[in-house]
C-alpha cells in the first residue's frame, strides 16, 4: 500500500505540474508542490486524477502527509480535495464550503493521521476535546492549523543536517559562489569545482566549517587566507516522521525538522481525558530520551522539556496516576495531576491559591477506598505534610459572615461607626475613640445591647455622665459584637408642624419651631397669591381635660387680618403654636376671565371670552355675526372638555359598573373609551334656543366649550349590520326601511328591532314599540342610520343537559320513595 500511495503521490505532482508552466515542471524536478494552484486545473484533469486514486485502491486523504510535505499549501490540497468531491465547484474557488461527508467518511476524517487543512479548520467550531476542568486543557480547546514552528527564524547554529534538507552555501569576497545546494540521500552535497561533502549528521555549524575546510582546500583558496567569507544556511527544510500514541489524534504525523514535542503535541490534540500532563515520553531509538512535564510550562512559562524532534521519534502518553480535584474557594478550581511526593500544598500552588474570603485554616479530603467514600479534615499544619490519593477532592470553604473583635457605636457622638474591641474596652473608652458627645446628647440614659450565649438580645442601661467620669458602675467592661446607643435630646421631643392653606404660593405642612409667627409662616410658604384676602383664619387644637356633652368643638377658631404689604411690619403678629392650620381666604369674586370657541360656519369664527357667568347659544352665535349661508344650523353641537375631577369620577363609575356585569371584554372596552373620551358631545336644539332666548334649549356656556356649527350635507349614512355600508343622497320621500333597502337589505346577524338614529348634532333616537305597531325614527340631512348585531345566544351544552336530567331524576325518585 506504500508504493501505491508513493507512486499516486508523484502521479499528482506529474499531474498538477504538467498542467502548470514550464516553471512548474522545474519546480516538478525540485519536488517542490509549493506553487501549485488548483483553481487553474480542468474538469478533465480532475476527472483523471479521480480515476487513478480509484485504479490504486486509495484516497485523497491518505496521500495527504506526502503532498503537503513536498510542498503543497493545506488551503490548496482542501481545494483539491473538494474539486474530487464536487467537480462543479471551481467557480466557487474563493467561497470554499467543507464538502458533505457521510458518517463513514466523517469518521475516517478525524481517526486519519492527516495534518489539518486551514479550511476545515475555518469551518469547525472550536470545541473543548475533554474535560475543560482538567489543568492544561485549553491548550487543546481546538486543534488550530497555524501552530507550527517558526520558518523564518534565522538557521540554529545546532540544526543537525539530513537527507532532503536544502542549504545555500555563499563565498563573497575576493572569490564569489552562491549555490542551493540538496543534501542527497547519501547526505552529501555536491558543490561545482570542489565535489561532493558529505554534511549529513552534521550541525549547521559543523557542516559550514567542513565546507569552508574543503573548499579551501580546493578552488576557492582565498577561504583559507581570509580573502573570502562563506555562509551557510538552510533554504529549506525536510520532513521528519514522528509517531504520538495515546493523544486525541494519535498516529504518525510527518513534520517539519524544526518542529518540537511541544507542536507535536498542539497537532495531535494532546493527552486524552484519561492521559498524563506530566509523564509524556519522547522515546528515540527505542530508549525514553526524555520525561516532559507540561505543567513546567503551564505555571512557570518553562520550555526546558520542548526539545527538537527527529525523525522516527515516538511520543508516547501515558495514562495518569494520580489525578485529584479541588473545588471552592481557590482561584483556579480545577482537576490537577499529582507526581508522588508532592503534597496538598502542590496541589494549592497549581490552583494560584486560596481567594481572598477563603477559610485558610483547614479545607475538606472527599476520599474513597475499596468500598465507600469518607471524610477528612486537613488542617493548616498538614498541607505540606499529606500526600494526595487519586481520586481526592478537596474543598475549600468562605470564612464565616462575623466578626471576632467588632462593637458598634450610633446615635449623638462625633463619629458613629463600627470600632475594635481591644483588651479591657469600656464605654468611657469606645466615646472618646469616637471622638466624644455631641451636644444635643441625652446624658441621663445609655444602653447596651447585648447577645446572651443563647443568641437571644439584652439591653443593659447606664449613666452617660456617670461613664465619662468613671463610675464603674456605669462604665461597662463591653463584649464582642455589642451595640452601644445614645440618644439625642431631639429624639425624645415630639415634631411638631403647622399647616398652611388657601391662597399662598407653597401650600402644605411646615416644621413648628419655637417663636414661630404668623407672618414667619406666610413668607416661609412663598408669600400670599394675587388673589389673597387679608383676612386670615386660624384654627387652634382644643386642650381640655375631659369631654362635655354640651361641648362638640373640635378646635378654637382665631380671625385676623394681614396686610399683603404689611409682610415687614413687627407688629400686630400672632405667635402660632403646634399643629395650627391656617387658611388664607380668596377675594370674594375673584375670577380669570373664561373664553369659548366658535368652529363651522358662523361669520365670524374664533375664541371668545365670557362676559358673565350666564353668558349662553345665542349670545354667542350674536357675537359672531351669526350664520353663514351654508350652516346647518339643525346639526349644531357643543364639545365640552372634561376636567380631572370629572375624568376620576367617570373612571369610578366605569369600574363599579365593571364589578356588576358579567361581560368582561365588553367592560374593559367601556373603560379604555371612558378613559380615552376627552370631551362630551351635547346636542343642541337651536331653531328653539334662538326664538327660546334663556329657556333651557338655548344652553349656558363654560369654559372651554367648543361650538360646533357644521355645514349642510345632504347625505345620510347607513353602517352595521347591512350587506352594503354607504352613503345615500336624502331624499324626503325616503323612510327608514328606503334607506335600508338602498344598502342592500339586512345580513343575516341583524338586530332589526333595535335600529337607531345618530343626528348631526349627536342626538340619538330608537325604535320604538306600541303593541304590535312599531315606529321608525325620522331621517335627516346629515345622520346616520345604524343597524345593530344581534346578541350571541350562547347553546346548552351536552353536560348542562346531562346535569338537568340528573337533578330531575333525583326529584322523581324521591318523590316516589316519600309516595311508598
Not at 107 to 135: G, H, M
Not at 344 to 355: E, P, V
Not at 360 to 372: C, I, L, T, Y
Amino acid at each position: 500500500m506504500n508504493f501505491k500511495i508513493k507512486w499516486l503521490v508523484l502521479s499528482l505532482a506529474l499531474f498538477l505540474l504538467t498542467t502548470q508552466s514550464i516553471h512548474a515542471q522545474d519546480l516538478l524536478k525540485a519536488k517542490d508542490l509549493s506553487t501549485v494552484k488548483v483553481d487553474l486545473l480542468g474538469d478533465a484533469d480532475i476527472a483523471k486524477f479521480k480515476t487513478q486514486l480509484t485504479s490504486a485502491g486509495v484516497t485523497i486523504d491518505q496521500v495527504e502527509q506526502q503532498a503537503l510535505a513536498k510542498g503543497m499549501t493545506p488551503a490548496e490540497f482542501a481545494k483539491l480535495k473538494q474539486r474530487l468531491a464536487d467537480p462543479a465547484s471551481k467557480n466557487n474557488a474563493g467561497k470554499l464550503k467543507a464538502p458533505e461527508k457521510t458518517k463513514a467518511s466523517a469518521e475516517k476524517i478525524d481517526n486519519s493521521t492527516d495534518t489539518l487543512d486551514t479550511e476545515k479548520y475555518n469551518q469547525k467550531p472550536v470545541k473543548t476535546l475533554i474535560n475543560p476542568l482538567i489543568f492544561g486543557s485549553e491548550l487543546y480547546t481546538s486543534v488550530a492549523p497555524s501552530f507550527e514552528p517558526n520558518l523564518t527564524m534565522a538557521t540554529p547554529s545546532n540544526y543537525v543536517l539530513g537527507p532532503d534538507d536544502q542549504i545555500l552555501v555563499s563565498v563573497y569576497g575576493v572569490q564569489e559562489y552562491n549555490g542551493d545546494l540538496l543534501v542527497s540521500a547519501e547526505g552529501n552535497i555536491s558543490i561545482p569545482n570542489v565535489g561532493q561533502i558529505k554534511v549529513a549528521g552534521l550541525s549547521i555549524e559543523a557542516a559550514t566549517q567542513k565546507i569552508k575546510t574543503t573548499m579551501g582546500n580546493g578552488a576557492y583558496a582565498y577561504l583559507k587566507s581570509g580573502g573570502s567569507k562563506l555562509s551557510v544556511s538552510l533554504s529549506k527544510i525536510r520532513s521528519i516522521k514522528v509517531t504520538i500514541i495515546g493523544a486525541n489524534r494519535p498516529g504518525t504525523y510527518r513534520l517539519s525538522s524544526l518542529a518540537s514535542v511541544f507542536n507535536a503535541l498542539y497537532l495531535s490534540g494532546g493527552p486524552t481525558a484519561f492521559g498524563s500532563f506530566r509523564i509524556i515520553e519522547l522515546v528515540r531509538n527505542s530508549k525514553v530520551e526524555r520525561k516532559v512535564d507540561l505543567y513546567r510550562m503551564l505555571l512557570n512559562g518553562d520550555q526546558t522539556d520542548n526539545i527538537g524532534l527527529k525523525d522516527n521519534d515516538v511520543i508516547r502518553i501515558p495514562s495518569y496516576k494520580t489525578r485529584v480535584e479541588i473545588q471552592g474557594q481557590v482561584k483556579r478550581p480545577g482537576i490537577f495531576e499529582v507526581l508522588p511526593n508532592e503534597t496538598f500544598a502542590n496541589i494549592l500552588a497549581y490552583a494560584s491559591g486560596f481567594t481572598d474570603t477563603a477559610y485558610r485554616a483547614a479545607v475538606k479530603v472527599f476520599q474513597q477506598n475499596e468500598k465507600e467514600r469518607l471524610v477528612h479534615d486537613l488542617t493548616a499544619v498538614d498541607f505540606n505534610s499529606y500526600q494526595p490519593q487519586t481520586g481526592d477532592v478537596f474543598v475549600a470553604s468562605k470564612i464565616l459572615n462575623r466578626f471576632k473583635n467588632r462593637v458598634t457605636l450610633t446615635g449623638a457622638v462625633q463619629r458613629p461607626d463600627v470600632y475594635e474591641l481591644t483588651p479591657n474596652l469600656r464605654v468611657a473608652d469606645l466615646i472618646r475613640k469616637a471622638d466624644g458627645l455631641k451636644p444635643d446628647a441625652f446624658t441621663g440614659r445609655g444602653q447596651i445591647i447585648r447577645y446572651q450565649e443563647d443568641l437571644t438580645r439584652s439591653i443593659l442601661s447606664f449613666d452617660v455622665k456617670k461613664a465619662l467620669n468613671a463610675e464603674e458602675a456605669h462604665n461597662l467592661l463591653l463584649q464582642k459584637e455589642d451595640e452601644i446607643l445614645i440618644s439625642s435630646v431631639q429624639d425624645l421631643k415630639d415634631f411638631f408642624i403647622v399647616s398652611i392653606q388657601g391662597e399662598i404660593r407653597m401650600p402644605g405642612q411646615y416644621e413648628y419651631v419655637s417663636k414661630l409667627t404668623l407672618k414667619d409662616l406666610i413668607i416661609q410658604a412663598g408669600g400670599f397669591t394675587d388673589a389673597a384676602y387679608q383676612g386670615v383664619e386660624i384654627a387652634r387644637l382644643l386642650r381640655r381635660d375631659s369631654l362635655a356633652m354640651n361641648d362638640q368643638r373640635t378646635s378654637v377658631l382665631i380671625n385676623t387680618k394681614v396686610n399683603k404689604e404689611g409682610l415687614a411690619d413687627y407688629t400686630e403678629n400672632i405667635v402660632l403654636e403646634p399643629f395650627d392650620v391656617i387658611t388664607v381666604r380668596k377675594i370674594a369674586g375673584y375670577k380669570i376671565p373664561e373664553s369659548v370657541v366658535v368652529t363651522g360656519f358662523v361669520q365670524y369664527p374664533g375664541p371668545y371670552a365670557l362676559s358673565s357667568s350666564n353668558d349662553r347659544v345665542s349670545d354667542l352665535i350674536k357675537r359672531a355675526g351669526g350664520f353663514a349661508p351654508d350652516a346647518y344650523i339643525a346639526g349644531a353641537y357643543i364639545k365640552r372638555f372634561k376636567t380631572d375631577l370629572e375624568k376620576e369620577k367617570a373612571l369610578e363609575t366605569v369600574k363599579k359598573l365593571q364589578k356588576t356585569l358579567k361581560d368582561k371584554d365588553s367592560t374593559s372596552l367601556a373603560v379604555n373609551e371612558e378613559i380615552t373620551k376627552e370631551y362630551d358631545k351635547i346636542p343642541l336644539d337651536l331653531f328653539s334656543g334662538l326664538k327660546n332666548p334663556g329657556s333651557t334649549e338655548d344652553v349656558l356656556l363654560k369654559d372651554k366649550d367648543e361650538l360646533t356649527i357644521p355645514k349642510y350635507d345632504a347625505q345620510v349614512r347607513v353602517s352595521g349590520e347591512v350587506l352594503l355600508s354607504t352613503q345615500i343622497p336624502y331624499q324626503t320621500k325616503y323612510r327608514l326601511r328606503d334607506y335600508i333597502s338602498a344598502a342592500a337589505g339586512f345580513t343575516v346577524n341583524a338586530y332589526r328591532s333595535k335600529v337607531y338614529v345618530v343626528y348631526a348634532n349627536g342626538k340619538a333616537a330608537s325604535t320604538s314599540h306600541f303593541l304590535f305597531i312599531k315606529s321608525f325614527p325620522r331621517i335627516e340631512p346629515g345622520c346616520e342610520l345604524i343597524i345593530p348585531k344581534k346578541r350571541e345566544k350562547k347553546s346548552t351544552s351536552i353536560a348542562e343537559i346531562a346535569g338537568f336530567a340528573t337533578v330531575l331524576l333525583s326529584l322523581v325518585s324521591t318523590y316516589v320513595l316519600l309516595k311508598k
